[in-house]
């Protein structure tokens, strides 16, 4: 058996770029050389099921018999926390490790990512206050919350903006249970979970632009309204999380009435786009990544070969882990 460095090997891109197939491709290669290979979903939105085709979600035929973690695991009137999600990821690859396997944890979802990657601990919850402060959200608006965080927390107010009202609770909530700024609560720098090696898909705007485009299109093609309609069936709607999910909330409203399926494609299209540059801008801050093309013909040898050269130190430099943004890896609460 061929050795590979200890650690956990991510990949990570914005949407669209190929990480899926990349993973694949990869652990294949591992096999291969006598590697055991488990995959760690990083999609938060692959966490639900029945959300399959809105979140181009390999099917089981599809992932070519390699063990696949965290799909499927949640219910769509389930809320999504990241801080769940690093618990049940971390023991995941703990355990995919104590067999004996190589884990590649593959995502998007910028916040998931930097939750396992990173060595960073989560404030905890008062059920009771967060209670308060929903209350406070339906009753008052996210733009009144929006307000108050600001006068408390302008750093975490400017990364979430008026109109998300669960980030902004969950930001008041970090206020009033520690006393500070939730940026306070960091690490002065981030400091790696374990020994990683960082493998980055990147495709340039004018390429990915009319790609995503298209794979709207195509999720349309291919039944994503059905598949929100059956959704209602088993509360959706009562979801915090997955009713909002991008092209999900968009669908819905062609179900019900409020959109045009054009219109539903054309927000669906526009929102991925804006969702695309803001995944290019929190990978952009990790140190230590490895970054290829994602039409490149050789990247599974590239991203092989860097394997073999080993992980990312276990402590990378505050200058270069988050340049030019001013926030943590792992600041957004």
């Known amino acids: ?7 956990l090997i991510a990949i ?29 979903n990083a999609d938060a939105m692959q966490l639900y099921r ?36 690093q618990r049940d990821a971390r023991t995941a ?8 396997a190589v884990p590649i944890l593959v995502g998007g979802s910028g916040l998931y990512v930097s ?28 733009g009144l919350m929006y307000t108050r965080l600001q006068a408390v927390d302008s750093q975490a107010a400017l990364r979430i903006g008026p109109s998300n009202g669960r980030r902004l609770v969950r930001a008041l909530e970090i206020v009033e249970l520690t006393g500070a700024p939730h940026v306070a609560a960091l690490p002065a720098e981030p400091v790696y979970w374990q020994p990683s090696v960082l493998l980055g898909l990147r495709t340039p705007r004018e390429q990915l632009t009319p790609r995503l ?9 291919s ?29 819905l409203g062609q179900v019900h009435g409020t959109l045009s399926q054009d219109d539903a494609i054309e927000a669906t299209q526009q929102l991925t786009r804006r969702y695309a540059r803001r995944q290019v801008s929190w990978f952009k801050r990790y140190a230590h990544t490895h970054w290829m093309e994602s039409d490149s013909s050789n990247r599974v040898d590239d991203a092989l070969a860097h394997v073999d050269r080993g992980s990312a130190p276990s402590s990378p430099s505050p200058a270069t882990a988050c340049a030019g943004s001013g926030v943590h890896p792992a600041a957004a609460p």
């Not at 058996?1 to 650690?7: C, D, K, L, S």
């Not at 960073?120 to 308060?132: S, W, Y």
């Open 115 to 142: 939750a396992v990657v990173f060595d960073f601990q989560f404030p905890g919850t008062d059920p009771v206050l967060r209670a308060r402060l929903e209350a406070e959200l339906l009753a008052r608006g996210a």
């Open 12 to 40: 990570i891109g914005s949407t669209g770029t190929g990480k899926s197939d990349l993973s694949l491709d990869l652990a294949e290669r591992l096999i291969e050389r006598g590697q055991l290979v488990e995959i760690v």
């Open 93 to 100: 690859i703990n355990e995919i490790v104590a067999r004996g």
């Open 223 to 251: 039944g994503i309204v059905d598949e929100a309609r059956a959704l209602l069936s088993v509360g959706i709607e009562r979801g915090v999380t997955a009713s909002r999910a991008i092209g999900y909330a968009q669908a």
């Open 1 to 7: 058996m061929t050795a590979v460095p200890a650690g």
């Open 213 to 221: 485009d298209a794979r709207v299109q195509q999720m349309w093609r």
């Open 50 to 85: 029945g959300m399959d085709i809105g979140t181009a979600k390999l099917s089981r035929s599809e992932r070519r018999g390699i063990p696949h973690h965290l799909l499927d695991v949640l219910d769509v009137t389930d809320e999504a926390t990241v801080s769940n999600y």
